[in-house]
């Protein structure tokens, strides 16, 4: 069954770091052309929003409130996705969820899902990050 499972979260205090791990498993990959994979933030009485994309061929999308201070990366062979957060603020703090967009033909572009994320197919439980001021 295709899952997508994230670690990592807790409580830190302003300026700490934090490095969350999400695994992909259950998706034949090779059956598509492209993806992208993302981190997404749930704060409570807000709408998710867009943290991190990162598309197949590497490319990149950052929120503006995080860039600088957080960078995704993902290990294909492991089937995994990071993203390691530094200099965390109070502002940071929700729940952040891993999301998955896969197409079957042409590119996925890391701009345009963090745009819109109703792109994303699928979407895993999520880890709790609580920084204190």
């Known amino acids: 069954e295709a899952a997508l499972v994230e670690s990592g979260g807790g409580s830190v205090q302003a300026g700490g770091s934090l490095k969350l791990s999400c695994v992909i498993s259950?998706?034949?990959?090779?059956?598509?052309?492209?993806?992208?994979l993302g981190w997404v933030r749930q704060a409570p009485d807000s709408e998710r929003a867009g943290v991190a994309i990162?598309?197949?061929?590497?490319?990149?999308s950052y929120a503006d409130s995080v860039k600088g201070r957080f960078s995704i990366s993902q290990d294909s062979a492991k089937n995994t996705l990071y993203l390691q957060m530094t200099n965390l603020k109070p502002e940071d703090n929700g729940m952040y969820l891993c999301?998955?967009?896969?197409?079957?033909?042409?590119?996925?572009?890391?701009?345009?899902?963090?745009?819109?994320?109703?792109?994303?197919?699928?979407w895993g439980q999520g880890t709790q990050v609580t920084v204190a001021s």
């Open positions: 990162i598309a197949d061929d590497d490319t990149t």
């Open positions: 259950g998706y034949n990959w090779r059956e598509y052309s492209s993806y992208c």
């Open positions: 999301a998955a967009r896969f197409r079957v033909e042409g590119p996925c572009y890391s701009d345009d899902v963090l745009e819109d994320l109703t792109l994303f197919h699928a």
